[in-house]
């Protein structure tokens, strides 16, 4: 059974475009994250939410907004897009926010052409 | 802001060495650290989580200290084997929102 899974796996996309990242975790954890992975491998934490609360928000681009319809899932939608947004995006869960073992999805590489 | 260097970057070794990858963070608040690989296009697996108030971890070939005062974290592998080939991160984690920063890895391959 796939712990904490993203959709989809790969998305090629043009400037300009809008498009989601899904993530959902059957784990039963309390808190979400997303995180990004640019071309050098530096990978930062973007968003992390709890209980469906926005708790941590990076300098991050407003044309980034995650959505956690429930604690299951936290997607991210990005508006706009740009060529710098070309980066693998990885989903990761914790039990709360005071338990720290992360989770990892398998990520999404996206490409902006 | 936390700053985490990893050393070696890249790491190549025969198989069957003991090895140490090393791990230094800037600031010493944590709550606890905790070591991944990453396999190339893969997400990532946790391999040893380090509470704040702990100076080591064990896990079968794995074991893990941490030193929070210095603010150094190694990771030793045992016998290695080429299936241990991966890039191998380490993540320190400041405060109750598990603010998490990453160093950039050491990339390990194990040459049969």
């Known amino acids: 059974d796939t712990a904490v899974s993203q959709t989809p796996k790969y998305l090629v996309t043009q400037m300009g475009n809008d498009k989601s990242i899904k993530c959902e975790q059957n784990?039963?954890?309390?808190?979400m994250y997303w995180y990004k992975q640019d071309s050098k491998k530096f990978l930062k934490i973007m968003f992390s939410?709890?209980?469906?609360?926005?708790?941590i928000n990076e300098t991050v681009p407003n044309r980034f907004s995650p959505k956690s319809p429930d604690k299951a899932h936290l997607n991210l939608h990005i508006n706009s897009l740009e060529l710098g947004d070309s980066a693998v995006y990885f989903c990761?869960?914790?039990?709360?926010?005071?338990?720290?073992?992360?989770?990892f999805g398998p990520g999404t590489r996206l490409t902006v052409t | 802001k936390q700053e985490v260097t990893q050393i070696p970057a890249a790491l190549s070794v025969p198989e069957g060495e003991n090895l140490v990858l090393n791990c230094s963070f800037t600031?010493?608040?944590?709550?606890?650290l905790q070591w991944f690989r990453q396999d190339p296009g893969k997400g990532l697996t946790s391999l040893l989580l380090i509470q704040s108030s702990q100076r080591e971890q064990t896990s079968g070939r794995l074991n893990a200290s941490l030193d929070k005062s210095s603010g150094r974290s190694t990771l030793y592998i045992a016998a290695s084997q080429p299936g241990d080939s991966a890039t191998y991160l380490c993540?320190?984690?400041?405060?109750?929102?598990?603010?998490?920063?990453f160093g950039i890895g050491t990339k390990l391959q194990v040459i049969p």
């Open positions: 939410y709890n209980n469906k609360e926005l708790i």
């Open positions: 993540a320190p984690v400041r405060g109750g929102y598990q603010k998490v920063t």
């Open positions: 600031d010493s608040a944590i709550y606890n």
């Open positions: 990761a869960s914790s039990q709360n926010r005071d338990t720290y073992e992360q989770y």
């Open positions: 784990l039963g954890h309390d808190t």
